[in-house]
């Protein structure tokens, strides 16, 4: 049996024993939702912040993560019901609030949000101690009923038992006695080989109620006494509202306010659509005298002008110039990258009631819990404690809600504000809003010169990259580039760790201050400069007539991972076998947030133009593999996001306009494009587990370039990728 | 006003005429199941039935959908909806779940039609529906599981 039918038949086991059980089998309890069938009665055992259990026995995970489709509700509930030995069919999840001192990310300083793939990373330790815990409590509350020592204590599936008495108790029976004991400082984790969740494709807790439309997003929210706003924003950014005629708005029966905010004229009405009209029917006059007005093809020229320029150092090895000199052969190439939108299905969104006694009730898909408290709270003059965040579960995110200004949450506040909290406030933005908003994954002009020596091994490497940090938005980031000598770490990771033994090395950087807002789009600066660094080694290799696997193995610095992952794809994927005419093979291999991801793809171009993606095979090291389903999961759509970049992504602005407004013109991935075969082999592994989420993005557009060279014969140097590399 | 028949029950709505059947649905029926997405009918999020095909409800007036039958997530039963649930299910489908109303919709109407589709017939039915999480993968498999188990 292959991992894969094995994998199959173990989740198909797990399904019929939860059948046979019969009922609500799992849930998801989320703040301001109806509770599920089976929500816990009051729980009395509390011993973290992370566990509760109920005399009924319902065992309620805290989740401080967001849930945005990655998985992260199941995984976290995995690792504290493995150390719990609970049931997986009592277990619930539910959003912890905003408070960072007990839900912080152990990666991002204690700061509470959710990104850079860390939610399994940073909670593996501390919520196998939570689970671990609490376990003990209950074999020390069941020891202590039946007046037997806890060593012969057993725990399987939700219930104690000793055995010699033939004595059994559920967990929800010892709830209230474990309450009253001690919490224990040091326990026990279990060994690996004793798990019976972890590593198993357990069913994922959320999805039942997204087959019935039940789970309850933002856009769902509806507060007594609720108010719909939309918002008239800017055309172009740095525009503001010089005056605003809002009569006919006003006329419309069901508007109830139009309000001025910061960032333009909020229309408030009973509903949505209501509100859509009212905001369409505002004369807005704007002052356009601070107005950005460049275009993105005046920004790629004035990046490009930069590439000749000196720039901002971040690795610099031997001698460049020299070694490109004396090379046997050398490459030379512009890569360019443009902005893309990160278009989550649920556009932004968020709801704020206010609190008569200050501060503030807000509902939303919070993704940077900290951040946005500490802006509400300063947009508010409350204490950051005094607003109280119900982390609803997102569509989709891919970074955006991790909005380093809290944008769209703090036009929520406004709005709020400008009518003096007299009505809970739901923002919504339209689609056409959320692709005009900004914020997007920023554009870049890379130039790499490259050579090999006579044996074909790569000798030097220079690389320089141009475009805004995706950082920008954050406070202190400018003064830290500055302190960096004018390097931006964001932009450069994947290039200044170059995978490959290369004596000669320099990378440099340009950081484009611009008032175009940018942030992290998934997997960050690796979106860029893994399909750069894949794309030129690929090229290295076709130079010293190389094979693009072999050549990549010969010359890992180390690197053991990247072999093991380019070893698994390359093996499950035919590499080698001969393609017919017009068919290409293409491999990539990128490290992203402590995890490596080999991919292999296969594309048909046709006699008559275009092409098709056939098939994906990809390797994961994630270490341990939590939820072996979620990571292929998160792998298949990790490489969709990919490709619908690689094919049609891109954000273009004309004099500061974005042109691309709806899905008609930022077109995203269909299912007919996705290709038919995907197959995802995960890397064995018992280390500490790393993330899933975005490390399955970076290699594609290399792979896909890659095999697009095997079947043309042209390289792709450019994003999303154009017409003349579309025929055979 | 308008009179609508709404997963077998007439109910009454008091807004424009010209309003979209999904805010009606959304905002003044509580049946949030069906989702916004694009206003445009380019995402396929707010998919419903009318009189059992499936249609967007963002680009469809309240007036427009009186006197027809009405079927959005909430209401959505019969053999192919229970075989793509339980396909959606077993293969884990849904990520983020923000389009799956409308791909469930989508593909239940597929194959109350055409119980055995072929991969083009599912390309034709579903390109309709976008999923940014891009679990395309696993609904084309899911679509081809609740064909079997329909035919079984």
């Known amino acids: 049996m292959d991992d894969q039918a094995m994998a199959v038949s173990r989740r198909d086991m797990l399904r019929a024993g939860a059948a046979a059980a019969g009922g609500l089998l799992i ?110 409590m209950l074999v020390q509350a069941a020891a202590a009923q039946w007046k037997v020592p806890p060593e012969a204590v057993t725990v399987s599936n939700g219930v104690l038992r000793h055995l010699a008495t033939r004595r059994q108790a559920t967990f929800g029976a010892v709830a209230s006695r474990a309450a009253t004991l001690p919490v224990p400082a040091d326990v026990p984790l279990k060994a690996p080989s004793a798990w019976t969740l972890i590593g198993r494709d357990v069913p994922r807790l959320d999805t039942a109620p997204k087959l019935r439309g039940t789970l309850q997003y933002t856009i769902d929210v509806k507060r007594p006494g609720m108010l719909v706003a939309v918002v008239a924003h800017p055309p172009v950014f740095g525009a503001t509202v010089a005056s605003v005629d809002d009569a006919k708005a006003r006329a419309i029966p069901g508007v109830v306010d139009v309000v001025r905010i910061p960032t333009g004229v909020a229309v408030l009405a009973r509903n949505t659509w209501i509100a859509k009209q009212g905001r369409d029917a505002l004369a807005i006059t704007w002052d356009r005298s601070r107005a950005k007005t460049r275009g993105s093809a005046q920004l790629v020229e004035a990046y490009r002008a930069k590439l000749e320029q000196p720039g901002g150092v971040a690795r610099r090895e031997g001698d460049v110039a020299t070694a490109l000199a004396k090379a046997a052969q050398v490459m030379e190439a512009t890569f360019e990258v443009p902005y893309l939108t990160h278009a989550t299905l649920e556009p932004m969104n968020c709801v704020v009631e206010l609190k008569p006694a200050g501060g503030a009730e807000l509902w939303y898909g919070a993704q940077m819990q900290s951040g946005d408290q500490f802006g509400v709270a300063a947009a508010l003059g409350c204490a950051p404690e005094q607003v109280v965040i119900h982390t609803l579960p997102a569509g989709g995110s891919f970074g955006r809600r991790a909005n380093p200004r809290s944008d769209y949450i703090l036009e929520a506040v406004e709005v709020a504000k400008a009518i003096r909290g007299r009505a809970p406030v739901k923002l919504q933005w339209t689609r056409e809003d959320d692709q005009a908003a900004g914020w997007f994954r920023p554009m870049y002009v890379h130039r790499v010169r490259a050579g090999i020596d006579a ?7 220079q690389h320089v990259i141009v475009g805004q940090s995706p950082m920008a938005g954050l406070p202190g980031v400018a003064e830290g580039i500055a302190k960096a000598g004018g390097v931006d770490d964001a932009s450069v990771e994947g290039v200044k760790n170059l995978a490959y033994t290369v004596p000669n090395v320099l990378v440099e950087n340009h950081v484009i201050a611009d008032a175009v807002p940018v942030q992290w789009w998934r997997s960050v600066g690796h979106t860029h400069t893994g399909f750069v660094v894949e794309s030129v ?54 490290e992203s947030f402590d995890t490596v991801v080999a991919e292999v793809v296969e594309v048909t171009v046709k006699p008559e133009g275009g092409f098709t993606v056939d098939r994906v095979t990809c390797a994961v090291d994630c270490g341990v593999a939590v939820n072996p389903d979620v990571v292929r999961a998160q792998m298949e759509g990790g490489i969709g996001y990919a490709l619908s970049a690689a094919l049609h992504g891109e954000i273009t602005l004309v004099d500061g306009v974005v042109q691309e407004t709806n899905f008609h013109l930022y077109k995203p991935l269909r299912l007919p494009e996705m290709p038919k075969r995907v197959d995802v082999h995960i890397v064995p592994s018992s280390a500490h587990p790393t993330g899933v989420g975005e490390p399955g993005t970076p290699p594609l557009a290399a792979a896909l370039a890659n095999a697009l060279f095997q079947a043309t014969g042209r390289r792709v140097r450019r994003l999303p990728i154009r017409e003349e590399f579309t025929r055979a | ?59 469809a007036t309240v007036k427009a959908a009186e006197g027809k039958r009405i079927t959005t997530i909430e209401g959505l039963q019969g053999k192919a909806a229970a075989a793509v649930r339980a396909a959606w299910q077993k293969l884990e489908v849904p990520q983020c779940g923000y389009c799956q109303s409308g791909q469930v919709m989508a593909a239940a109407a597929l194959l109350a039609t055409n119980p055995k589709p072929t991969d083009d017939d599912i390309d034709a039915a579903m390109q309709g529906n976008v999923c940014r999480c891009a679990t395309y993968v696993r609904i084309r498999a899911a679509i081809h599981d609740a064909a079997a188990t329909m035919g079984a």
């Open chain 2, 1 to 59: 006003m308008a009179l609508l028949d709404i997963n077998g029950k007439r109910v009454r709505v008091d807004v424009p005429d010209d309003m979209p059947l999904l805010w009606a649905l959304r905002d003044e029926l509580g049946l949030t199941g069906t989702k916004y997405g694009c206003g445009m009918a380019l995402c396929g999020a707010c998919t419903v039935h009318v009189d059992g095909i499936p249609m967007r409800s963002c680009s």
């Open chain 1, 455 to 461: 044996a074909g091994a790569p000798v030097a490497w």
């Open chain 1, 537 to 590: 080694i690929d090229e290295l290799a076709s130079m010293a007539g190389e094979d693009a696997a072999a050549y990549r193995r010969k010359h890992y610095a180390g690197k053991p991972r990247h072999l093991a992952a380019l070893d698994l794809a390359v093996a499950r994927s035919g590499w080698g076998a001969p393609l017919p005419k017009g068919r290409g093979r293409g491999l990539a291999v990128h």
């Open chain 1, 27 to 136: 849930g998801v309890r989320l703040e301001g939702a109806e509770p599920p069938v089976n929500a816990a009665l009051p729980a009395p055992f509390a011993p973290n912040a992370f566990v509760r259990i109920g005399t009924d026995g319902t065992v309620t995970v805290i989740s401080k993560h967001l849930e945005m489709g990655q998985g992260a509700y199941t995984g976290l509930a995995t690792i504290v019901a493995e150390e719990l030995d609970a049931d997986w069919r009592r277990v619930v999840v539910e959003s912890a609030p905003a408070d960072a001192k007990r839900y912080g990310n152990l990666q991002w300083g204690g700061m509470q949000g959710t990104g850079g793939s860390s939610s399994i990373n940073n909670s593996w330790d501390q919520l196998r101690k939570a689970g671990a815990t609490a376990r003990a």
